[in-house]
């Protein structure tokens, strides 16, 4: 018997650290990459791309601004695969982590795309768009390239429907695209938005340009910025009165 006694306090701690793990799994070591940063830029003349916010631009997705939004938004919130939470080891809030469930130019093996939609986001959270899963499908097939794009929008443009609705889907709609959304902050259309602003409109203005006033916790989207044209999209829409 004396013997068996340290297999079983082995077998209780083996048994603990299972039940645990959901709490402490251990965060993926963080290496650095080595793929290079691709950065993309419009075609001078405007031919030839897609339009991404009105704007054209190369046919190339860009990671920065159309893949990680989505999946920061839509899987990178606190309690899930946030840096913080990375729940079953998976963090979806850059392209390091992201490329753990990503495999270039096969979306059948890439578990972080397949996903989607057959589990993941759960059912009570907001899902992603048809459009969303193609632009993702679309950045998988080329290659799933860090490419980065810099103040590509159109900041002639900021009505709701030319620039807003879409800004707001893809970088906030994951945690405020559905009632009651995180904190109580829903901006899941137009009416709802507006009104929020109106009534907290230093605090959006600080949360989105990641002002150093507001803790860590409060800056928007959470992990990541988004791109200054983008931001001056959203502020040009508030500073005009909310254009549809
Ligand atoms: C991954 C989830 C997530 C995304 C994406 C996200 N938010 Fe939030 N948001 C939160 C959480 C959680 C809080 C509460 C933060 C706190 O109080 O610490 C919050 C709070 C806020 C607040 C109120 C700040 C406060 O102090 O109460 C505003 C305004 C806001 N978000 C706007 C946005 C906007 C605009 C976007 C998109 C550009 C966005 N959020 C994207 C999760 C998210």
């Known amino acids: 018997m004396k013997k068996l006694i340290p297999h ?99 979306p059948n093996n890439s578990s972080y795309y397949t996903i989607i939609g057959n589990g993941m986001p759960p059912r009570s959270s907001p899902q992603m768009t048809s459009a969303h899963t193609a632009t993702i499908l679309k950045w998988i097939n080329q290659g799933a390239l860090n490419t980065n794009c810099n103040n590509v929008c159109d900041t002639t443009k900021f009505t709701y429907a030319n620039a807003v609705q879409t800004i707001l889907a893809d970088n906030c709609g994951g945690c405020h695209g559905s009632k009651p959304g995180s904190a109580n902050v829903y901006l899941g259309d137009y009416a709802s938005a507006k009104a929020y602003i109106t009534t907290n409109k230093t605090l959006f203005i600080n949360a989105i340009t990641h002002s150093t006033t507001l803790v860590a916790s409060q800056r928007m989207p959470p992990s990541t910025k988004m791109v200054d044209c983008k931001i001056a999209q959203l502020q040009k829409w508030i500073a005009n009165g909310y254009p549809q």
Do not use: M, Q, W
């Open 8 to 106: 079983i306090i082995f077998f209780i701690l083996v048994s603990f650290s299972f039940i645990s793990c959901k709490h402490d799994i251990i965060n993926p070591t963080l290496t650095t990459t080595t793929d290079t940063i691709v950065v993309v830029t419009p075609p001078a003349n405007g031919g030839g791309g897609t339009t991404n916010g009105g704007v054209t631009v190369s046919d190339t997705v860009c990671f920065n601004t159309e893949v990680l939004p989505l999946y920061v938004s839509y899987c990178g919130s606190s309690g899930c695969h946030d840096v913080n939470s990375h729940r079953s080891g998976v963090i979806t809030v850059d392209y390091t982590n992201l490329k753990n469930g990503i495999k270039a130019k096969s």
